[in-house]
């Protein structure tokens, strides 16, 4: 898998990817919103073995985000299965390193996962899965034509989902 936005390019992440991408998740700015906390580097190649299994299950999951002018990994974005109110659903997520945040990039990088994944496999919808009290997460989500779908409580934390259906 191989995608390319105006300033971004998304990939399958590789093992080794876990050097750049081990900083930006063990930032507790970065880390808020996550049930987590912060990850340890051996968390981050879990993390990435988790991806890489989704690739080969689903054909699609997180994909590394590349800054295209500086070849930069800047974190990652894509669709993963989730099991939200006791079903299998396809989520968008993303998580950037707070250096690139405010410039559009998650919203580019997530433009980019969700029309590929309209239409490459064919989802008749996706669902975003976010707290309220991450407004910028939020901003994203709606940026991509997502509306407030329903309330949910996802690994023990009040959440909100999100849905955008297919053209
Ligand atoms: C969520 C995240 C990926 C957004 O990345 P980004 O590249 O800054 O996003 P964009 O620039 O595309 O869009 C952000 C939007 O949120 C808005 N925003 C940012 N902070 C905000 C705040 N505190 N209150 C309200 N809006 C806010 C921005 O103004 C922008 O909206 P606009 O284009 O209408 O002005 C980034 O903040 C992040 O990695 N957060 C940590 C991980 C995370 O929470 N992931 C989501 C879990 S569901």
Avoid at 5 to 16: A, G, P, S, V, Y
Avoid at 62 to 88: F, H, P, R
Avoid at 136 to 144: F, G, N, P, Y
Avoid at 146 to 167: L, N
Wanted: proline residues 4%.
């Amino acid at each position: 898998m191989w995608l390319e936005t105006q300033r971004l390019l998304l990939r399958e992440f590789r093992q080794d990817d876990y050097r750049e991408l081990a900083p930006i998740q063990a930032n507790p700015q970065v880390m808020k919103f996550s049930q987590t906390g912060i990850l340890s580097t051996s968390q981050t190649k879990e993390k990435i073995e988790n991806f890489i299994t989704s690739y080969k299950q689903f054909g699609f999951g997180k994909w590394a985000v590349i800054l295209k002018q500086s070849s930069q990994l800047i974190g990652y974005c894509g669709i993963a299965v989730e099991q939200i109110d006791g079903k299998n659903e396809q989520e968008i997520g993303y998580r950037l390193d707070p250096r690139f945040w405010s410039q559009g990039l998650a919203t580019e990088a997530a433009v980019g996962a969700t029309d590929y994944g309209f239409a490459q496999f064919k989802f008749p919808y996706l669902l975003g899965i976010v707290e309220r009290a991450n407004p910028a997460s939020v901003r994203v989500l709606e940026k991509l034509r997502m509306h407030f779908e329903r309330m949910t409580v996802f690994h023990g934390v009040p959440m909100d989902v999100y849905r955008v259906d297919a053209i």
